[in-house]
């Protein structure tokens, strides 16, 4: 139903050139954030976002997705590198002389000012008339349905509408670009997961571009055009949400994504572009066009949980990708049982639909075999 | 998915979905509204003798060494000067302690002098004050660093009041003192300046480098409350820096202006011995003439006297500035 947005630039950008599109939309190009104390928050960041386009910088903390945003909106400074919005460098402009607004983590309304006041804010920043502005703010109060609690203070509000204040505070000044802090994060989840939907329509129904920056992956998969995935400063990979949890490239995105099977040993034999990667009895090929390893190099590989398949009476033993395991334990998740296996010392995972919980209860301490496809199979890099 | 249900295409969110979950939610995690509303009706109607019996002994301090003195020193203001009487005076019921009082002009222009320094060192403390509470509270980052050199701007206060008095006025200040020997040597001025002596100018200037931590104090409290992170999205919001501080930081910094301006302005209305010291004898306050009157005269009636008309111009400060700001809402 949505239009599918294809990013400018190549998936697994980390090592790209930035994408020549430079007339619109926004670019990060060789951004490096260096702290005082010599930590690098940020180094090498490469980025083309369109307008219209839903990005998300996903990572565990601490990885440099939210000193990126505040490089992009101005509360920091990068080092080095340079941030163009449609061509113009935004490097050296204040915060405030930015076409850019933030949604911060905690909402940061102003407590002293009533909730039209607080929407109001920004346009009195910037010289709109007080009828004009009570207008609009009324406006982008009626869009996120809090007209009736516009003479409310922030504190009188419950976690939810405060976000759709801070929503409302930075949506009615127009903003180029919509730049979003864990902006979910404070919410009770049953919330979050409505917001998720309600934010993305209204999104798209803007047509706005938004950097959303999270630590949560299934809010990253739910929400974003693009994904980023971040580490220790450095981009993992760009790609668009059903890459980025089928096709990890590195893996790091692989064991952050969750539930993916990773298997580390050596290239027991190479067929052309195929390599058998085997450690011990778990096998598995994958098709490398172009990879250098030869047998006996290390080679680690991931296997989606969900793409396992289970071999209860173990037909399937010593074949190529399958894998003997042992079950560990069997746990039931309403809609889907994830049954913990261990492989050669390793844990694995198996992601089967909740009615075939049933047939697996109390099975712990068994032995069973699981299979997989080669097409899931994938090759990891560093 | 997008059952947009206001159908005329302005974009929106779909309010009714969030405020179902909402309120699924606030069944289990109360509101911060309802949460409130618990805890006030808690402390109004549960353990109401406990609170009076902790309470208790600070109401009889209160009372023995505040209301009391206070109203005996009332009752004496009443009560009539006589010379040879035990202590003074009479229980005599007498208003001429204040009618004279109000036709003695030295006792006015005091009040006004003293009035005019007090509002002097009210703003210059404000001035002074507010640049050092805003940096401990909104530029030093780590709460370590914040309490460390809040301790070392409190450092003055390690030294008795007395010790700092003397300390400014002989070396320091003065017609040969120290500042004006310097002056005078790096050539500056040739004459000693008059106004480092025992002038009003000495005696303000003593007041505010006293006082001036009862204003940075609030203030750093207050300004250490304001979210940080609010006053980065008034920048994002199009704020400068002026206008950050003017709509953002100094509405939620009122409640710290005023208690300390009450502080500076009480403090330095009844001042008599900086006054004394700082000034010699060629300055004058309230606070001097009220205790000339009670140690060197011994009129305790005509001492008690003014002592009442300064305290209830103090009361009347008081007032006056918490009028002016809505102290009481920001509360």
């Known amino acids: 139903m949505a239009e599918e947005r294809v990013g400018l630039a190549t998936e697994g950008a980390a090592t790209a050139a930035p994408s020549t599109a430079k007339g619109s939309g926004l670019d990060l190009i060789e951004l490096t954030k260096v702290f005082p104390g010599g930590t690098v928050a940020v180094e090498d960041f490469n980025l083309h976002v369109d307008h219209g386009e839903y990005v998300v910088l996903l990572g565990p903390s601490g990885c440099g997705k939210t000193t990126t945003l505040r490089m992009i909106g101005g509360h920091e400074f990068p080092t080095s590198g340079e941030i163009l919005l449609d061509g113009q460098s935004l490097v050296h402009l204040p915060p405030h002389k930015r076409p850019t607004t933030t949604v911060f983590q905690h909402f940061a309304l102003f407590p002293h000012r009533t909730v039209l006041d607080n929407v109001a804010f920004g346009l009195k920043m910037h010289g709109v008339r007080k009828q004009e502005r009570r207008r609009q703010a009324m406006e982008a109060l009626e869009m996120v349905g809090l007209v009736p609690l516009a003479d409310r203070r922030p504190r009188q509000l419950s976690g939810g509408q405060q976000q759709r204040v801070a929503l409302a505070r930075v949506l009615v000044t127009q903003p180029k670009a919509l730049l979003l802090d864990e902006p979910l994060g404070d919410l009770d989840r049953l919330l979050q997961l409505r917001m998720r939907v309600e934010l993305r329509n209204l999104q798209r129904q803007l047509g706005l571009m938004f950097v959303h920056v999270t630590h949560n992956q299934e809010e990253a998969l739910s929400m974003a055009d693009r994904i980023v995935v971040m580490n220790d400063a450095r981009i993992q990979q760009i790609a668009e949400p059903v890459t980025i949890a089928t096709k990890p490239e590195t893996e790091l995105v692989a064991r952050f994504m969750g539930d993916n099977n990773i298997i580390q040993g050596r290239v027991a034999s190479r067929e052309g572009d195929r390599l058998i990667i085997e450690n011990g009895s778990v096998r598995a090929s994958v098709v490398a066009p172009g990879d250098p390893r030869a047998v006996g190099d290390e080679a680690v590989v991931s296997v989606r949980a969900a793409a396992v398949e289970l071999d209860l009476n173990r037909s399937g033993a010593g074949e190529l990708n399958s894998a003997d395991c042992e079950i560990v334990f069997v746990e039931f998740l309403g809609d889907l049982v994830k049954l913990h296996l261990t492989a050669e010392g390793e844990r694995m995972l198996a992601k089967v639909p909740g009615e075939r919980y049933p047939s697996l209860r109390g099975r712990e301490g068994e032995k069973i075999t699981i299979t997989w496809k080669e097409e899931d199979v994938q090759l990891l890099g560093r | ?331």
């Open chain 2, 1 to 331: 998915m997008s059952n947009s249900s206001a159908g005329d295409g302005t974009p929106h969110l779909d309010v009714t979905e969030i405020e179902q979950a909402e309120e699924l939610v606030e069944q289990r995690v109360p509101s911060t509204e309802h949460a409130l509303g618990a805890s006030e009706s808690a402390a109004r109607t549960g353990g109401g003798w406990i609170t009076t019996v902790w309470a208790a002994p600070g109401f009889a301090w209160l009372g023995f060494y505040l209301i009391a003195p206070l109203v005996f020193i009332v009752l004496v203001s009443f009560w009539t000067y006589q010379v040879g009487a035990k202590s003074g005076f009479v229980a005599d019921w007498t208003f001429s302690n204040y009618s004279e009082l109000f036709r003695d002009s030295t006792y006015w222009n005091n009040m006004l002098s003293s009035f005019y320094r007090s509002l002097i060192a009210v703003v210059a403390c404000l001035v002074f004050g507010f640049p050092v509470a805003y940096f401990l509270a909104l530029k030093v980052n780590s709460l370590r660093n914040q309490i460390a050199l809040f301790v070392f701007a409190l450092a003055p206060f390690w030294t008795s009041y007395l010790t700092r008095s003397v300390a400014w006025t002989y070396p320091l200040m003065g017609r040969e003192g120290g500042l004006n020997q310097v002056l005078q040597k790096i050539g500056i001025v040739n004459e000693p300046i008059e106004a480092l002596g025992f002038s009003e100018t000495s005696v303000t200037l003593a007041m505010i480098q006293l006082y001036v931590l009862f204003m940075i104090t609030p203030l750093f409290f207050t300004l250490s409350q304001v979210d940080r992170t609010a006053l980065e999205a008034a920048r994002d919001l199009g704020g400068n820096w002026w206008r950050t501080f003017r709509e953002v930081i100094l509405p939620q910094t009122m409640p710290g202006v005023v208690i300390g301006s009450i502080f500076i302005f009480v403090l330095t209305m009844g001042e008599y011995g900086t006054v004394r010291v700082i000034g010699g004898n060629a300055i004058s306050s309230v606070g001097t003439i009220v205790q000339s009157r009670v140690e060197i005269a011994v009129q305790y009636p005509q001492g008690a006297a003014s002592a009442v008309l300064l305290v209830l111009a103090l009361v009347l400060g008081v007032f006056v500035i918490t009028r002016f700001s809505n102290l009481r809402e920001d509360l």
